[in-house]
């Protein structure tokens, strides 16, 4: 409860009925959108992958993925997703997907160690998309052409959510900012990362903020990342200029900064092997997907994921994500937002 965030003369602009239906137009919009200018087609995804493979995405590397025994592979161990980052890219290979074309899925997970709060949840889901690139591809200046691409997608899905529930205002700034987060931690050295994060998204409205992983100049990263999937170690004016990014909204019913995304440019073999080394995770090379991409049997890609609910609670003025998405929230949580004035799904 320590971690609620209780907005101030805070009322839902939309009754639950209205609710229910504006969650359908923004998931519909926006993928639509989104597939169209990346060229991606929609293909499913799992669940639940098998444990040891190296296939689950490990995201700062100390989250515990839940898991389960299969009974008819003699107990076998299967986890549950934490994202798709890996499986989108062996996908990529299996469906032989060509240069400037990729695929999207609904990615579902469940994250038990997370902390409750009004932006986090038990229950994960987003656009989960992963598109092939060409090696002159792996660069700032097409990561940052991929980031206007999705940015516009959320504008145009705003703007149709905006039309048809008059009730709501459009918030979105009408362009991104770019900025890495070297440049941010010498602008506010005083100041931590989340607190320039703040600091940044309310100036700007919206930033993308490149460079997540990767040791800034007082010797700590930004904010962690597996090493396996991002690039977050290629040099640069930087230093470690990073070829991945974090998607950042000022949210003013929350007064914070709000991820809306995280995505960057693949690993290609010598960034998993540096890597690798740097965070002293060697011994992954003996799984099954890091022995393909070592191999030259997985394509050069860029991917991300893109938070439904996140998404949605933002552009419908939400003042927690249990108003958009079905989870479990602690009791006394659930109290004190109905005392507010709204209900937690």
Same mark, same amino acid.
């Given at each position: 409860m320590s971690k609620l965030?209780?907005? @101030?003369?805070?009322?839902?602009?939309?009754?639950? *009925? @209205?609710?229910?239906?504006?969650?359908?137009?923004?998931?519909?919009?926006?993928? !639509?959108?989104?597939s169209t200018a990346l060229r991606l087609h929609r293909t499913t995804g799992p669940l639940f992958v098998v444990q040891g493979m190296g296939i689950n995405d490990d995201l700062n590397g100390v989250e515990r993925a839940v898991t389960f025994p299969i009974k008819d592979l003699d107990d076998k161990k299967a986890e549950v997703v934490h994202s798709l980052a890996k499986w989108k890219r062996l996908t990529l290979a299996t469906q032989e997907?060509?240069?400037?074309?990729?695929?999207?899925?609904?990615?579902?997970?469940?994250?038990?160690?997370?902390?409750?709060?009004?932006? *986090?949840?038990?229950?994960v889901d987003q656009w989960d998309w992963e598109r092939v690139i060409l090696p002159q591809e792996r660069n700032i200046?097409?990561?940052?052409?991929?980031?206007?691409?999705?940015?516009?997608?959320?504008?145009?899905?705003?703007?149709?959510?905006?039309? !048809?529930?008059?009730?709501?205002?459009?918030?979105?700034? #009408?362009?991104?900012?770019?900025?890495? +987060?070297?440049?941010?931690?010498?602008?506010?050295?005083?100041?931590t990362p989340k607190e320039r994060e703040n600091i940044i998204a309310k100036e700007k409205g919206s930033v993308f903020i490149i460079g997540i992983g990767g040791k800034l100049g007082d010797g700590q990263p930004h904010d962690l990342r597996a090493p396996d999937y991002d690039d977050w170690t290629t040099p640069g004016e930087n230093g470690l200029e990073g070829l991945n990014g974090d $998607?950042?909204?000022?949210?003013?019913?929350?007064?914070?900064?709000?991820?809306?995304? +995280?995505?960057?440019?693949?690993?290609?073999?010598?960034? $998993?092997?540096?890597?690798?080394?740097?965070?002293?995770?060697?011994?992954?090379?003996? $799984?099954?997907?890091? #022995?393909?991409?070592?191999?030259?049997?997985?394509?050069?890609?860029?991917?991300?994921?893109?938070?439904?609910?996140?998404?949605?609670?933002?552009?419908? *003025?939400?003042?927690?994500?249990?108003?958009? @998405?079905a989870s479990i929230w602690p009791e006394e949580m659930c109290k004190k937002c109905e005392e507010l004035g709204f209900k937690l799904i």
């Open positions: 965030i209780i907005p @101030q003369h805070y009322t839902p602009l939309l009754d639950v *009925h @209205q609710n229910e239906l504006a969650i359908k137009l923004i998931k519909e919009c926006f993928q !639509q959108n989104l997907i060509q240069p400037g074309y990729g695929i999207y899925t609904d990615m579902n997970a469940i994250r038990a160690d997370e902390e409750l709060d009004n932006i *986090h949840s038990l229950y200046e097409y990561l940052k052409k991929t980031v206007k691409s999705i940015y516009r997608a959320m504008l145009r899905t705003e703007f149709n959510v905006c039309e !048809q529930y008059t009730m709501l205002k459009p918030v979105l700034a #009408k362009d991104i900012f770019f900025i890495h +987060s070297e440049e941010l931690r010498r602008l506010y050295p005083d100041k $998607l950042l909204v000022w949210d003013h019913i929350l007064n914070q900064a709000l991820e809306l995304s +995280s995505m960057g440019i693949r690993v290609d073999k010598e960034a $998993l092997l540096r890597q690798l080394k740097l965070t002293n995770k060697e011994e992954r090379l003996n $799984l099954y997907f890091h #022995k393909k991409l070592i191999n030259d049997e997985l394509p050069l890609s860029i991917g991300g994921g893109i938070g439904q609910s996140r998404l949605c609670m933002f552009l419908l *003025h939400k003042a927690h994500i249990g108003e958009v @998405q």
